[in-house]
């Protein structure tokens, strides 16, 4: 009876000396997603041939659902450098980030690069925390409508634009606006800016009429947005992976970085973008992008 006993209190033992050991090598290990996001935002068919980089819905989505099928995968980092983009996609982005969150309990915490504003501030609105470099631009909360209007180079160069429509402002921003088309153009505008007070309100946890005062289009430095409350913490990628491992219980985090597919032209010139557009300015990009159909699209 009592070499039974003993068998059995050293089986407990052994058992416990296991469970605590196996428990050991996993507590405080786990894996933090670094996915890095570059450009200017637009649904994937608003990034055409011309224009090779760019945060899309799609994109993120991708990222997003690798991240939360990898069970080892156990918070998420976003590195964002983007002036902002088209309104919508900006939208979508923030709700793929939120979605992630409510799903998979993972955190998420976002990493500032150099500019993170407009449509760059609004999808990280949701994540759990934001960090930025003192020198990070980032805010820019508003919306901004731009026309360009071709009827001087059309008579230049000897052409004639002829428009066939149905509906009486079917050919708005062709022309120069009308006072009431402009008007028109005002009301979507004060509709959306309205919409974008709201998520920072809502993924800030700040008072709508705080964001509104805040929401004037100007940028921020990091260190201004630490003191408004716009961002949580100063500090660089490193900054971030470290909260976004304390977040999860994460001591000893492995960095598993998501890097976007190659473009088109680096495909083709294996893996060189073409010379001729690395140059290219911010607004240069705009107008690129304004002859490819973005033409009075409201834009964060």
Same mark, same amino acid.
């Given at each position: 009876?009592?070499?039974?006993?003993?068998?059995?209190?050293?089986?407990?033992?052994?058992?416990?000396?296991?469970? &605590?050991?196996?428990? !050991?090598?996993?507590?405080?290990?786990?894996?933090?997603?670094?996915?890095?996001?570059?450009? *200017?935002?637009? @649904?994937? /068919?608003?990034?055409?041939?011309?224009?090779? $980089? $760019?945060? /899309?819905?799609?994109?993120?989505?991708?990222?997003?659902?690798?991240?939360?099928?990898?069970?080892? &995968?156990? +918070?998420?980092? %976003?590195?964002?450098? @983007?002036?902002? $983009?088209?309104?919508? +996609?900006?939208?979508?982005?923030?709700?793929?980030?939120?979605?992630? #969150?409510?799903?998979?309990?993972?955190?998420?915490? *976002?990493?500032?690069?150099?500019?993170?504003?407009?449509?760059?501030?609004?999808?990280?609105?949701?994540?759990?925390?934001?960090?930025?470099?003192? @020198?990070?631009?980032?805010?820019? &909360?508003?919306?901004?409508?731009? =026309?360009?209007?071709?009827?001087?180079?059309?008579?230049?160069?000897?052409?004639?634009?002829?428009?066939? #429509?149905?509906?009486?402002?079917?050919?708005?921003?062709?022309?120069?606006?009308?006072?009431?088309?402009?008007? &028109?153009?005002?009301?979507?505008?004060?509709? %959306?800016?309205?919409?974008?007070?709201?998520?920072?309100?809502? !993924?800030?946890?700040?008072?709508?009429?705080?964001?509104?005062?805040?929401?004037? $289009?100007?940028?921020?430095?990091?260190?201004?947005?630490?003191? %408004?409350?716009?961002?949580?913490?100063?500090?660089?990628?490193?900054?971030?992976?470290?909260? +976004?491992?304390?977040?999860?219980?994460?001591?000893?985090?492995?960095?598993?970085?998501?890097?976007?597919?190659?473009? =088109? =032209?680096?495909?083709?010139?294996?893996?060189? +973008?073409?010379?001729?557009?690395?140059?290219?300015?911010?607004?240069?990009?705009? =107008?690129?992008?304004?002859?490819?159909?973005?033409?009075?699209?409201?834009?964060?």
């Amino acid at each position: 009876m009592k070499a039974t006993k003993w068998r059995i209190v050293l089986t407990i033992v052994l058992v416990l000396v296991l469970t &605590i050991s196996f428990s !050991g090598c996993t507590v405080g290990k786990g894996k933090v997603a670094v996915i890095r996001l570059s450009g *200017i935002i637009a @649904s994937s /068919s608003q990034q055409g041939l011309l224009i090779t $980089g $760019g945060i /899309s819905p799609k994109q993120v989505r991708e990222y997003l659902g690798k991240a939360e099928s990898d069970g080892g &995968i156990k +918070a998420v980092v %976003l590195r964002i450098d @983007s002036p902002g $983009g088209a309104a919508a +996609a900006s939208q979508e982005i923030a709700s793929e980030v939120r979605h992630f #969150k409510e799903v998979t309990g993972k955190p998420v915490v *976002i990493s500032m690069g150099d500019v993170a504003a407009s449509g760059g501030y609004y999808i990280s609105a949701y994540a759990d925390r934001i960090v930025a470099n003192p @020198s990070t631009l980032t805010g820019s &909360i508003g919306v901004i409508s731009q =026309f360009i209007y071709i009827e001087g180079l059309l008579e230049k160069l000897g052409l004639e634009l002829e428009t066939i #429509k149905t509906g009486k402002h079917k050919d708005m921003g062709i022309w120069p606006l009308t006072v009431e088309q402009r008007q &028109i153009m005002q009301d979507i505008t004060d509709d %959306l800016y309205e919409q974008f007070v709201a998520t920072v309100a809502e !993924g800030r946890g700040l008072p709508v009429a705080e964001v509104r005062q805040l929401a004037t $289009g100007q940028l921020y430095t990091g260190v201004q947005a630490l003191n %408004l409350g716009l961002v949580d913490k100063l500090g660089g990628l490193e900054t971030a992976i470290e909260l +976004a491992s304390s977040l999860a219980g994460i001591t000893t985090p492995e960095i598993e970085e998501y890097s976007p597919p190659a473009s =088109f =032209f680096e495909k083709l010139l294996g893996g060189l +973008a073409p010379p001729s557009l690395l140059p290219l300015s911010e607004d240069e990009l705009l =107008f690129l992008r304004m002859l490819e159909g973005w033409q009075g699209m409201p834009r964060y």
